[in-house]
C-alpha cells in the first residue's frame, strides 16, 4: 500500500506530533508515504467562502498533482477530508465548473484534473483497504483498560451528501479501530458535535462552551481519553482544556497517534509531551 | 406487523415538575409516516400527547420534531426507516422551550427571522412605471432559499445555538441570503454589515447539522457560504470573521500554507489590546510544550504557482 501523504498546514505547525504519528504508524505497517511537499492549503472550506471557484482550483492542483504521481491521497485532518471530497463531488456532479476549473489550473500550472483520484483520511484507509484484521494481528501493546471516547469532527460527517461514513448519524469507524487496538470504546452525547474550533477567533466564549461540553460529555461517560481524527478538533480540545475546566484533565489522542501506540511506538516518537494534556496510560509505561 | 415501542418525552409543564418518557406499543403497517403512526396514538390510545401537525405533506413545517436524536418532519418519514432495536424515541425539537409534550415554543426562531427584515426593500427613490422583474438567471440565485417551509428543524439541531441563544440561526440567515441576492433589492450592504454582527453570520460553526436536517432543498449552511461571500466581495471587512477569511487568502497566497502565529492575530485585529491578551495563556502553554507553530513559516516547494493562482482570483469571482 502506498498513499501521497497530505499533510495539511496543522501537522507542519501547531500540530507536528500528527505527522510524526502517522510516519510511525504507517511504518510499522508498512504503508509506503510520499509527502506531497508542493500541495496547498485545502483552504478549510474558508477559502471557499471567500471564492469558491478559487477554493476547488487550488484543490485540483493538488488532486491533479496525486493523479500525476499515480497514488491515492491519505489526508490525516477530518476537515482536508471533507473539504477535499465536498470539492471532487461538486466537480464531479457539475461538468461546466470541471471545465471552468481545469481551464484555470492549466492556464497557470499546466496541469489538469482527470477526476479520478481517491481521497482517504488515514482511518478510512485503514479500514477499507489495510483492514482490521491485519490491523489487529499487527497490535503489540493491546490498549487494554483504556476507555476512549472517539470525536469525529463535523467534516467527517456533515452535510451527510459529502461524507463518507456508513451511518453519519451513528457512526462506528472510529469505535472499530478501538477496539481493535485492545480499548474500549465510550459512547457520549457530544461525540458528533462540532468542538468550537472554527468560530474560536469570532466568539472565543461559545467556542469553548462547545469544547468544554464535549470534553465533559466524554469524561461522563467514564472515558480515559478521547480520540479524534481531525488536527483542529484536537486543538480545541487538549490546548484549551486548561482555560475551561482545569479539574477536566482528558488525554486526547489523534488517532494515527492512538494506532501507532498499540503498536508499540514510544511517547517520544509519537511526540506526546507537546500536549497540552498528556495520557497518562502512555507515560505510565516510560 | 412487527409491534415497535415510541418512547415519547412528555412534559406539561403547569402540572409536571420534571420531564417523562412514556411508551405506546404500536404496529407499524407497511407505508405509515412517523406522523400516522403519531395520530393513531392520540386518536386511539392517548388523547392527552401534545403535537403539532397540519398539512400531512411536507409543506406546512407543523411537524418537526427529534426523532432518535435529531431533527426531521414527522409526515415526510416513513416510520420504518427510524425503529432502532424495536423502539423510536421522539423528542420536542431542540433548542426552544417546551410549552407541552412535543409542542415547543417557537417565538425565538420567528425573533430571528424579524432580525432579518425578510422583506424586500427595493430603492425608494426608483419610483418604475411597472413591476421589478427578475430574469430566470438571477432567480435561480435565490430559489433555494425561497423553499424555506419554516419547519425549524436547522434551528432543532443547530450547534451554535445550543451555545448562544442570541445567534440568528441557519434559517434566519438563509433568509437573508433570499434577499441580499434578490437584484430587485437596494439594501444588500445594510443586511451585510447588520449580519456580519456578533451573534451572526460568522458565528455558525460550519457544523453542517442545518444542511443535513434540512427537508427541503434550502441547504442553509450552503446559504450562509454564499452571504459571506457576499461580505467578502462588498468588502464588509470589519469583523473577526471576515479579517479570518482574509488572513487565510493572504497566508495561502504568499506561501502556500497557513500561517498559524498570523492567522489569529490577523483575525482578533493588530490593534485589538484585550483580543490580543485573550491570545496570551494558549500561545504561551503551547510554547512551554513546544507545541507553537514554527516562527517562520513553512510554505509548499512551488509558491509562484500558487501566487499566479491568487493574484488572478478577481476574475473567477462570481457576478
Redesign the interface.
Known sequence: MKYALYTG??A??????LLAATYSACGKLGIELVEM?????C????????????GD??NA?TFAQAEKMGLPIMNICTTCQGVHRKCQIKLAADPARMEKVNA??KK??GLEYKGQVKVRHFYEALLEEYGLERLAKAVTRPLTGMKVAAFYG??A????EYSDLTD??DPNELERIITTLGATPVKYGERL??C?F??L????R??L??TG?AVAGAKNAGATGMVTPCPLCHLNLD??Q??IDKSLRMPVWHIPQLVAYALGATPEELML????IRPKEAFALV | MAKVTFRIFRYNPDKEQASRYQDYIVSLEPGVTLLNCLNKIKWEIDPTLSYRMSCGSAICGSCAMKV???ALLACKTQASELVRDGVIQIDPIGNSPVMRDLVVDLEPFWGAFRKVEPYLMPDSRDNPERERLQTAAQFLKIDAATQCIMCAACWSDC??L???NL?YGPAALAKAQRFIYDSRDAKKRDRLVEISK??GM????????C??RCPTEV?P?ARI?EI??AA?AEGVHG???AR???A??ET?SKR???D?NY??VR??GFFNIMGLL?LL??GL??FI??????II??G???RK??R???S??KE???D
Open positions: 498546514c496543522v507542519k505547525g501547531a500540530g507536528r506530533e511537499t508542493d500541495a496547498a492549503c483552504g478549510a472550506g474558508v477559502i471557499n467562502e471567500d471564492n469558491p471557484i478559487l482550483i487550488i492542483r484555470e489550473l497557470d500550472t463535523c467534516y460527517m456533515r452535510p451527510h453519519p448519524d458535535k462540532c468550537g472554527p468560530i477567533m469570532m466568539n472565543k461559545n467556542a462552551k462547545l461540553n490546548a484549551y486548561p482555560e509531551k507537546t500536549h497540552i | 432518535n436524536g435529531h450547534n451554535s445550543e451555545v448562544d445567534f456578533l451573534h460568522w458565528d455558525c460553526t460550519h457544523c453542517g447539522e444542511s443535513t441547504k449552511l457560504e459571506r461571500e467578502m469583523n473577526n470573521g479570518h477569511a482574509l487565510f487568502r495561502v502556500g500554507l497557513l498559524e492567522v489569529p483575525s482578533v485573550e495563556p494558549v502553554r503551547m510544550r513546544r507545541k507553537n507553530p514554527p513559516p513553512h509548499i516547494d512551488n504557482e500558487v499566479k493562482i491568487f488572478r482570483q473567477f469571482r462570481r
